[in-house]
């Protein structure tokens, strides 16, 4: 792989075959593992782990997946360019059922998403960005070509022409701290609409444009946020960590996300 655009034609082909891979377990009778911090794992988290890890080592930069082996930080300090890899994120929203999980993959420059991709398996639409996002409602076939890809493509953000503020909150992972959040935030803004969506689809709402800001306190990890902020940072919104104002930041010591905020 030689260029950017390369790198993002093997991102969303990665995904897409992951999303396949995702598919048939779903459509399966498949048990469900419990990893050691409790959160449930399955074979569709393992076979979309083991495509998208194959694809990737082409490019000949790391990978840091949930799902792969974790590199000691004195490892994975010196990473100036990493992929960043959820393969199923919203696994709880798998098991349920519901159709709101999705595969991420983020490249990670120093210390900073520059480029994701977020593909949704049950509705086929994918979102990915590099210098700037876009979205495709209908992504079933790899392509060969980022004229091919983008010939197929939205740009983001969509153009709306609603009047009410949209708060986005977590379809599993609501606490206490985020409900005083959004309180605050119905108490600045008059006509307020809240959503719940699973998974990184909160990010894919706010990078459309169909929502304003989305305040998550409960734990996250890098890999729930790096393709999903890629994005939005591509469309002109920002996800900015609560505890400094600054914006997340990745490879970290503890790959533990502190509470932040996406605003458009």
């Given amino acids: 792989m030689e260029n950017r655009a390369d790198w993002l034609l093997q991102i969303v082909n990665a995904a897409l075959e992951a999303g396949k891979e995702i598919l048939q377990v779903y459509s399966s009778s498949f048990s469900v593992e419990s990893k050691e911090d409790k959160s449930p ?14 694809a990737l080592e ?10 792969g082996i974790l590199p000691e930080f004195e490892e994975r300090k010196n990473w100036k360019q990493f992929w960043m890899v959820d393969p199923l994120d919203g696994t709880k929203e798998f098991v349920n059922r519901n159709g ?5 993959i983020a490249l990670i420059e120093n ?14 639409e994918i979102f990915f960005a590099d210098d700037l996002a876009y979205k495709i409602d209908t ?21 709306q022409n609603r009047k009410d503020y949209v708060i986005l909150g977590s ?27 699973g998974s990184s689809l909160k990010f ?3 990078a459309e444009g169909n929502a304003d800001s989305y ?9 729930d946020t790096a393709a999903g902020h890629a994005i939005v940072n591509a469309t002109g919104a920002e996800v900015i960590n609560m505890e400094t104002n600054n914006p997340l930041c990745y490879n970290k010591k503890n790959l533990l996300n502190p509470p932040f905020l996406v605003k458009r």
């Fill in 58 to 67: 082409r490019t000949k930069i790391p990978i840091l997946s949930e799902e």
């Fill in 139 to 159: 992504f079933s076939e790899p392509v060969t070509s980022l004229s091919q890809l983008l010939k197929k493509a939205i740009q983001l953000p969509l153009k």
């Fill in 111 to 124: 210390g900073k998403p520059t480029m994701g991709v977020i593909y949704i398996p049950i509705t086929k």
């Fill in 171 to 197: 379809r599993s992972h609501m606490n206490q701290e985020t409900k005083d959040f959004i309180n605050i935030l119905k108490e600045k803004h008059n006509d307020v609409t809240l959503l719940s969506k």
């Fill in 215 to 223: 305040p998550r306190f409960g734990p996250t990890m890098e890999w």
């Fill in 204 to 206: 894919c709402v706010i």
């Fill in 100 to 104: 709101e999980f999705t595969v991420n």
């Fill in 41 to 54: 794992l399955t074979e569709a988290d393992k076979r979309a782990h083991a495509v998208i890890a194959k």
